[in-house]
């Protein structure tokens, strides 16, 4: 069974940064994209990044130039590195596996809470 664990949020002043973890276990990960969303209250789960398995990326517009994608594959972990955080970056972000046959993520972990404020 595949079990992603979210962890690294907290609260950050704007402009600020952190560093999102997301600890995957139940499988080899070497050749799967996996991504990061995030929800906001009262809104709906939006696409922030993923790393394809080949090693390309891809970025929300709401976030390129201000957020990396990247994993460690020995120490099975993605990771998530948020600069120049703004209010509106605010949410519960996390990360998830994209099924190679239907393309669409699963796996949520519960998530963590980023918090910037002004």
């Known amino acids: 069974q595949v079990q992603l664990v979210e962890s690294g949020g907290g609260l950050v002043q704007a402009g600020g940064s952190l560093r999102l973890s997301c600890a995957a276990s139940g499988g080899p990960f070497s050749f799967a994209t996996m991504g990061w969303f995030r929800q906001a209250p009262g809104k709906e789960r939006e696409f922030v990044a993923e790393r394809i398995w080949s090693g390309a990326t891809n970025y929300a517009d709401s976030v390129k130039g201000r957020f990396t994608i990247s994993r460690d594959n020995a120490k099975n972990t993605l990771y998530l590195q948020m600069n120049s955080l703004k209010p509106e970056d605010t949410a519960i972000y996390y990360c998830?596996?994209?099924?190679?046959?239907?393309?669409?993520?699963?796996?949520w972990g519960q998530g963590t809470q980023v918090t910037v404020s002004s």
């Open positions: 998830g596996l994209k099924q190679r046959s239907s393309g669409t993520y699963y796996g």
